[in-house]
């Protein structure tokens, strides 16, 4: 073997490995913005999911099918919270009032989650178990407004003077590749529950 021999197994080597390293990042790069697209698309139907739910119970704030059985619909809030509420409403439409209860868990009943500040939104209807899932919600914060449009400070001492509601929600995913957690917020602004000043 020849030096002009050597020099080209070394030129292929240092090529070959160069060529490597690439194909290497270039593996991981794909990786990293699969995880990371798929990874949001999961948290924006995480937070419709919520939405639509959310959206549908308060929009029932006072509402029974039977409408005689809530009297007076602005006793329909019974507790408010920046983080949770309780509210009369009838939730199957069967006539019967029912009391349906939202808040946001410790981020200890999700320790097992590798993000550190997600936590479940607890749906509660009369006095079943607690239900909720982990949507990757973050931050689940209400407002509360009076008719004058002041905000009412939390908690509502007096949740007959409600009369309108801001939400706002945080959803991350529950894992990231690198500890880059995808973030999606939403805020409903001054929703009303149309059945709260309807009789």
Same mark, same amino acid.
């Given at each position: ?20 390293? $690439? +194909?290497? %990042? @270039?593996?991981? !790069? ?7 697209? #798929? ?5 924006q139907q995480n937070l419709v999911d919520a939405v639509e739910l959310l959206e549908y119970d308060f929009k029932k704030i006072g509402y029974c099918k039977n409408w005689q059985a809530i ?48 936590? $479940? +939104?607890? %749906? @509660?209807?009369? !006095? ?7 949507? #990757? ?63």
């Amino acid at each position: 073997m020849g030096f002009s021999t050597l020099i080209d197994l070394l030129g292929s080597t240092v090529i070959g490995g160069m060529l490597l390293l $690439i +194909l290497l %990042r @270039v593996n991981d !790069s794909a990786v990293k913005n699969t995880y990371t697209y #798929g990874g949001e698309l999961i948290v924006q139907q995480n937070l419709v999911d919520a939405v639509e739910l959310l959206e549908y119970d308060f929009k029932k704030i006072g509402y029974c099918k039977n409408w005689q059985a809530i009297p007076d619909p602005s006793k329909s809030i019974l507790t408010a919270d920046s983080n949770s509420i309780s509210f009369l409403t009838d939730v199957d439409s069967d006539g019967n009032v029912d009391t349906l209860h939202y808040y946001t868990g410790s981020v200890d009943d999700l320790s097992s989650t590798p993000n550190p500040r997600d936590r $479940i +939104l607890y %749906r @509660v209807v009369n !006095s079943e178990t607690p239900g909720g899932s982990n949507l #990757g919600i973050t931050q689940f914060k209400i407002r509360y407004y009076n008719s004058l449009g002041n905000e009412l400070p939390c908690p509502v001492t007096v949740p007959g003077e409600i009369n309108t509601m801001q939400i706002d929600i945080k959803v991350e995913n529950y894992a990231a590749y690198d500890n880059e957690y995808s973030t999606i917020f939403w805020r409903q602004i001054r929703m009303a529950a149309r059945n709260l000043r309807n009789r």
